[in-house]
């Protein structure tokens, strides 16, 4: 007997036939919604195999225009990975979405701080520096600002001990592994 015949009318179908439709629907059901959980991880997990990527051809060719034009979730891993690198203890939000303006975070000197990643072809707003500078407070936290525009003199004079920017003169220094100083410390 064929496990299901489907030249027969739906309503002469067996018990067993409704049966063999009522699995498959359940199997169909199981597999979207393992599908939806394991997305977002399966997302993140991509995101830093590019951030992996962009930052071994900066290494190869020190292009500013590559980091403005890539992917902004794919600059935020650039940046974590960069910190990894040398030896800093991160960690990476679950989502990229609804993060309230945080991109990430790590641990310097034993002292929480928060990353603020923006992708600018020109210069960086003044208000995303304000009220990233204002979240830092908030915490009680150091923040790195990174751009790849340009900061005018009224948002560096918002600089300080808590707060340092990173901006298109030096961010591809600072994602390859140059020397550079963070909070005041040599890496």
């Not at 992917?71 to 993060?99: M, Q």
Request: aromatic fraction near 12%; glycine fraction near 6%; proline fraction near 2%.
């Amino acid at each position: 007997m064929a496990l299901l015949n489907l030249n027969m009318d739906v309503t002469t179908w067996s018990l067993e036939a409704w049966g063999y439709v009522a699995q498959m629907l359940l199997v169909v059901v199981a597999l979207f919604i393992f599908l939806s959980f394991t997305g977002k991880r399966g997302k993140h997990k991509v995101n830093l195999i590019r951030a992996r990527f962009l930052l071994w051809r900066l290494s190869q060719h020190r292009c500013l225009h590559r980091l403005r034009k890539c992917n902004p979730y794919v600059f935020e891993e650039a940046i974590l990975t960069c910190l990894k690198r040398r030896g800093i203890k991160i960690k990476r939000n679950k989502s990229y979405t609804h993060d309230y303006g945080i991109d990430g975070q790590f641990v310097f000197n034993k002292q929480p701080s928060l990353i603020q990643a923006k992708r600018y072809r020109n210069y960086a707003s003044l208000s995303d520096i304000k009220r990233f500078k204002r979240q830092c407070s908030r915490k009680n936290a150091k923040g790195l600002f990174v751009t790849t525009g340009k900061v005018g003199l009224a948002g560096l004079a918002l600089e300080d001990d808590h707060v340092q920017i990173v901006t298109c003169d030096n961010v591809v220094e600072f994602l390859v592994n140059e020397p550079f100083n963070l909070f005041g410390v040599n890496l």
